[in-house]
């Protein structure tokens, strides 16, 4: 399987990453599109807005991740996760966030989710 990456989006890109997907659901401040170079932003894999504001003020990682996963259940989301796993076989695929913790970010579950196929919480 090729290689999936997580990044800011802020950090310069490079050719090896592959293609460059944002999963955060609002655009990053201070970037344009075409300093971006995005492939894709498939926003219903992102967080909603109630889950995030919730996390960043003071939620614990374990309890996103949960909540996190049962928002990705929605057939949305699913038809978005097929379509990256689709595009993960066709070559490498960089996950990026404004997250300053890429580890504890939802980026770090998506690739989780998309790399060692992780159980629905």
């Known amino acids: 399987m090729p290689t999936l990456h997580l990044g800011r989006i802020y950090d310069p890109h490079h050719p090896e990453d592959g293609a460059r997907i944002l999963v955060d659901r609002l655009w990053p ?3 344009s599109k075409a300093a971006a170079a995005l492939d894709g932003w498939p926003k219903p894999l992102t967080p909603s807005t109630e889950l995030r504001r919730w996390y ?3 939620g614990d990682f374990p309890t996103f991740r ?3 996963l049962a928002e990705l259940s929605s057939p949305e989301a699913q038809a978005e996760l097929s379509s990256l ?3 993960l076989s ?3 695929v960089i996950l990026l966030t404004a997250s300053k913790d890429l580890e504890h970010s939802h980026a770090a579950v998506l690739r989780e989710l998309l790399t060692e196929a992780a159980p629905p919480a």
Request: no cysteine; glycine share 20%.
């Open 29 to 31: 401040r201070g970037l």
């Open 56 to 58: 960043h003020d003071g």
């Open 66 to 68: 949960s909540r996190y």
């Open 85 to 87: 796993r689709a595009l």
């Open 90 to 92: 066709s070559g490498p």
